[in-house]
């Protein structure tokens, strides 16, 4: 037990030889052009990128086992690189080392109808996932609004977004992984069974260990059949409160929507200007429902008897799926929308995610701390899972609106511990988050030490992640 | 690293050194008698009864903090007991020390209807946990057919039962432990928002760990609303083949029956013995469906659809609750159906998981070699999962009969491994199925080895089970 985590950049001396010894295996894959290493660093938000020293292309899992092998040997540090759509710097290179892009293993193995299930190389990106199951009447559920997500990053990361209420999050929908460990060893971590009792359940300790376990190669995941209707409808209320409350109402009646989201009233206003629609200004849920035509209109209506009950003003309905299309799209453009309605601002994007009981309260004292703090932040949720985002917006050459921003951050999760939540619903932890998780998990933090020493002593898997050096 | 498993019994001394330890601060919870060590060993099975060599009922967590220490003092096993009703020798104590029965831990903390979540302590039982539920138009849905096991014990060995198909197994349904770990701190391990992506997922390490890595002390589980109407169908089908098939079709059609339950056509000839059903001899199917009263319907008749594609043969249909549950009732008693139909036999039940395609491959194969072997062994499954139970009736005083049985167990988990399962659905690991969990695990093995020992280098938590000494 005597290996520290090391908290220096990884000297030159041990990059050279390891990329020495990478070039002669893979002469044509291996990439030290700053520009390249500065794509595979964190870019999404206003944690400093920190690229790494090179970027390797593995091909199959046999090249990652051979990059691990030369990353123990001379102690380089690994960092997967899916789509690079993460939130929270996970990508960075703090102390120097090689990014594995996986964008070359991008194969679907297999698509399984009558299982309900299709495997995947770790680099296939969830559009192309998506546009292989097209004609298959199944379809892959776990969507966090990023096409060129990966899903061995979507699993990395424990990603979700609109459908979890009904279909879970990746937690709910990987059945197995592969991966490559830090002693190069390649794990199956479960079978294809849908369920089963067999010792430890290493699927799930890989889903959302953000790269810092194992490097993932390749996923089963479980689809769903096509539902053979979908209505969507678009509700107004006097506050996101009665919102809220509708959501629990509806959700307690045993109603299964696949997707609601709220958003607050100022989002809407941005999605109205950014993408052509139309909706009242208010705080709204976009709600979906899916089943046989006369299931999805039965849940719509007891829908609407809840949402009476929690002061519904505004309704329209969308029942063919070109104008659900165009309301998913300007949903999922939120943060776009920003980019268009405040063109000069930097948007942030953060999540905290509390029990639905505690969510109103939650997103209220949000709207409370970004008022008193003079900042423009909207507000979008998957409220069905008592998930949110808030969105500052912001001028980032400002030091003070930069301040109450990271005040502002630190108030949101604070408020979502105090009720019971927790500091990243889906965005994960990566560098932005750590302190966040110590606070969150207390004791839990020295067990997640004790299982990264356990499987990685050389720190070589994306240190500076999840946990401290 | 020096610490090696221990793989011989504890010293009388250590033993004695701990109990007067315990004594002082437990003076009238510390039982030493034969008798009641004995009722706290393996009972249910085969599997040689070992028992502890004391007992020690703790009525809070900080009383399990002391016993805890108390057993990293002088490095005395410790095995924690709930309902004392699993099947694969998990309860047992091989190197002898403590077992830790979580009986006098029986509060239901809260039942929180707004966020369908409830906390419970370790050792409430399924059936004083649902009494409790009775009047609050909320569930439980797992259901693994004993009201005598505790929810911590469920847990713990990651159990599920008939409603999983729709509802999920004790993964799905636990969102957090509290747990005290082998150097007695105190973990809670996730917070009660419904989904999180912070930090690595220690709940559901927990979960199906079988007191090895930790002792469940609490828990916060899922609740779901109680249906407003259910159906239940009773299917006859002319072989299992053509129900398995049925099954898929239904559940790629986007139906999602409840329960889905498989009774081979001996089976069925023991149920109706034993409850005084008279359900038709032949390979039958339970199924219930939840949802409005027209829901239930129309996933029913969906359901008929499918089933008569595959040969449906016999019908009945039970819509009151009195009748539903009578054949539930009669399906939850198939073990004991076999104890009345073969009196003076022992029964054994044994279980793997298959995808769903295999099914009534794994099956077929399983009655071939049933007959092969010359044994009785009637099957009973949650189909709509891939998970069947093989129950051999059998002489156990006949070394023949004992050996042929140990063939099978070997056969079955074969087979399911060929085909893409796991050697255990629900059952766990225990002591019974470590060889074949080796076998399936391969190299994840050696990775469920550096966690036990990363989270109990001493090895005092449940030794002997789920991985070796």
Same sequence: chains 1, 2.
């Avoid at 997500?149 to 979507?154: F, I, R």
Wanted: hydrophobic share 45%; charged share 20%; net charge negative.
């Amino acid at each position: 037990m005597s290996q520290q985590p090391p908290d220096h950049r990884v000297s030159h001396n041990a990059v050279a030889d390891a990329l020495r010894a990478l070039h002669k295996i893979f002469p044509d894959r291996v990439e030290t052009d700053p520009a390249v290493c500065a794509t595979h660093a964190n870019t999404r938000t206003w944690i400093a990128a920190e690229p790494p020293d090179a970027v390797v292309q593995p091909q199959c899992t046999d090249d990652v086992v051979q990059i691990v092998r030369m990353a123990e040997k001379f102690k380089v540090p690994l960092i997967a690189f899916g789509g690079g759509t993460s939130l929270e710097g996970h990508v960075n290179a703090p102390l120097g080392g090689l990014s594995i892009d996986f964008s070359r293993m991008n194969r679907i193995v297999e698509i399984n109808s009558r299982d309900l299930t299709a495997r995947v190389e770790a680099g296939v990106t969830l559009a192309e996932f998506n546009a292989a199951l097209q004609d298959c009447d199944v379809f892959f559920s776990v969507d966090p609004g990023a096409g060129t997500a990966t899903l061995g990053g979507m699993a990395a990361t424990r990603a979700s977004g609109t459908n979890t209420v009904r279909y879970g999050t990746m937690r709910d929908n990987v059945m197995s992984l592969q991966a490559v460990m830090a002693d190069s060893s390649v794990v199956e971590t479960a079978t294809a069974a849908r369920k089963s009792s067999a010792g430890y359940d290493l699927t799930h300790l890989l889903v959302g260990s953000e790269g810092t376990l194992g490097l993932i190669t390749a996923l089963t995941v479980r689809l769903h059949p096509v539902p053979p209707a979908s209505v969507v409808l678009v509700c107004g209320f006097p506050t996101v409160h009665d919102a809220c409350e509708a959501v629990i109402d509806v959700l307690q009646s045993g109603v299964r929507p696949a997707r609601i989201e709220l958003l607050d009233a100022k989002m809407v206003g941005a999605v109205n200007l950014h993408s052509g629609t139309s909706v009242v200004e208010v705080p709204t849920l976009f709600v979906e429902f899916h089943g046989t035509s006369a299931e999805a209109d039965a849940q719509k209506n007891r829908f609407l008897i809840a949402a009476e009950k929690h002061g519904l003003q505004e309704t329209s309905e969308a029942s063919e799926p070109a104008r659900q299309n165009t309301l998913w799209q300007a949903r999922h453009a939120a943060f776009d929308a920003l980019k268009t309605a405040w063109p000069d601002k930097t948007v942030l994007a953060t999540d905290v995610c509390v029990p639905l009981s505690q969510l109103s309260k939650c997103i209220e004292q949000a709207q409370r701390d970004i008022d008193r703090l003079g900042l423009t932040a909207p507000i979008v949720g998957h409220v069905g899972d008592g998930n949110f985002h808030v969105l500052p917006v912001f001028e980032i050459s400002d030091a003070d609106q930069r301040a109450a921003v990271d005040a502002l951050l630190t108030c949101l999760v604070e408020t979502a511990l105090d009720l019971g939540g927790t500091c990243s619903g889906e965005h994960g932890i990566g560098q932005g988050k750590i302190a966040f998780l110590e606070r969150e998990a207390g004791a839990g933090i020295a067990v997640m030490g004790k299982i990264k020493h356990a499987l990685d002593p050389l720190y070589i898997l994306n240190p500076g992640k999840v946990i401290r050096f």
